[in-house]
């Protein structure tokens, strides 16, 4: 049975790392997208990373 993770990345720079992690302990990135909240100088941006492992 597939196992599934989504996990919330808060600033781009960590992405790489966050998937190097969860790689390492025997997970596969299936999808990443983001999602942008508020205006110009005030936007925030999330990064959403959905990890699978299992049959």
Do not use: P, S
């Amino acid at each position: 049975m597939k196992e599934w993770r989504c996990i919330q990345v808060g600033h781009h720079e960590n992405v790489g790392r966050a998937i190097e992690d969860w790689e390492k302990q025997g997970w596969r990135l299936h999808t990443y997208t983001t999602a942008g909240m508020g205006e110009g100088f005030n936007k925030i941006v999330n990064h959403y990373l959905l990890f699978v492992r299992g049959e």
